[in-house]
């Protein structure tokens, strides 16, 4: 089983829309859980942490499963601007240790 | 916020030659940087750990006498790719990890050798 799954995509929703990206990690040690994003030919910015209790910006929320060993994203109301790459990354190893998804393409429609 | 500077972006060089690439820790102290590799369509790939006043930790296939990583003071590290070759071209990018944030990623190198 790979570290980290996650659907490359893309996933093409139009404006206004709800979407929601998962990824599963196989490393049950794993500390800490982020979403970045990554505009084309840009380095990843991170976009939020990922809690147990979940976690909410906007129109952004992230949820984190670790019985399932998954996290999650749910954009709502999807603009233009949302159109990126969005990366799962998980920290373990006492932090040292960075595993990143390959990435999730987002294309909002008008 | 905590701002990682690298540069330059984007260079082009001949095949056979070196390349330097910096990373620069601008407003906290990096004790440790990471540098990461990522080629089209792929996810970033770490190459290695960048530790000041020691020895870098390579991942597993990734040549240290080929991609030479220093890191001389808490606010710098640099990457040099030795005897760049046309398959090493690719976006080199470097990240740390300041107290109380995420990953910061640095802008990213693109190289390209011809």
């Known amino acids: 089983r790979k570290e980290v799954e996650q659907d490359p995509g893309p996933f093409n929703v139009p404006e206004g829309a709800t979407v929601a990206f998962n990824c599963t990690y196989s490393?049950?040690?794993?500390?800490?859980f982020f979403w970045y994003r990554q505009d084309c030919r840009k380095e990843p910015k991170l976009l939020m942490s990922?809690?147990?209790s979940g976690n909410e910006d906007g129109r952004f929320t992230a949820q984190l499963n670790r019985a399932s060993q998954y996290i999650s994203l749910l954009i709502r109301d999807s603009k233009l601007s949302d159109s990126a790459t969005y990366l799962c990354?998980?920290?373990?190893?006492?932090?040292?240790?960075?595993?990143f998804g390959t990435g999730t393409k987002l294309q909002v429609i008008p | 916020g905590a701002v990682v500077s690298q540069h330059p972006s984007r260079v082009i060089c001949k095949s056979g030659t070196s390349v330097k690439i910096e990373c620069r820790s601008l407003?906290?102290?990096?004790?440790?940087m990471f540098w990461y590799r990522q080629f089209p369509k792929q996810s970033l790939m770490l190459m290695a750990t960048?530790?000041?006043?020691?020895?870098?930790?390579?991942e597993q296939g990734v040549e240290k006498d080929k991609f030479l990583i220093n890191h001389a003071s808490l606010t710098l590290s640099t990457l040099t790719v030795t005897s760049a070759h046309p398959e090493d071209s690719s976006f080199y990018i470097c990240?740390?990890?300041?107290?109380?944030?995420?990953?910061?990623f640095g802008s990213g190198t693109r190289l390209t050798v011809v």
């Open positions: 990354v998980f920290l373990s190893g006492g932090y040292q240790k960075v595993t």
């Open positions: 960048s530790n000041e006043g020691s020895k870098a930790t390579y």
């Open positions: 407003d906290f102290q990096a004790t440790t």
């Open positions: 490393n049950s040690a794993s500390q800490s």
């Open positions: 990240s740390a990890r300041p107290e109380g944030y995420g990953y910061t």
């Open positions: 990922v809690y147990s």
